[in-house]
């Protein structure tokens, strides 16, 4: 049906950048929303960042100003840079895609992001 798949996790020291990428496939609708979440250690799934099909966009207060959601619908891809990166940030990755005309939610499988001291 609908499989996301994330990629760009990884190591990285505090104050650095990564760039995750989520690729989409399956039965996707025009009237979508892509995000991405994210989950540390023996907490919840918190949400991080969202973008609209048109570019419309809304982040988690903890990380306006350093991360920056965005959308290729041609790609079928969403992406999200991160820069300043913090060990707070350290968490598992996930990308989501909610289809509006069916309230239907999916998600990817993960990846790891670690900011080191």
């Known amino acids: 049906q609908v499989q996301l798949v994330e990629s760009g996790g990884g190591l990285v020291q505090a104050g650095g950048s990564l760039r995750l990428s989520c690729l989409a496939s399956g039965s996707i609708f025009k009237l979508n929303v892509m995000g991405w979440y994210r989950q540390a250690p023996g907490k919840e799934r918190e949400l991080v960042a969202i973008?609209?099909?048109?570019?419309?966009?809304n982040y988690a207060d903890s990380v306006k100003g350093r991360f920056t959601i965005s959308r290729d619908n041609a790609e079928n891809t969403v992406y999200l840079q991160m820069n300043s990166l913090k060990p707070e940030d350290t968490a598992v990755y996930y990308c989501n895609l909610h289809i509006g005309v069916s309230g239907d939610n999916y998600w990817g499988q993960g990846t790891q992001v670690t900011v080191s001291s």
């Open positions: 973008i609209g099909r048109v570019g419309s966009t």
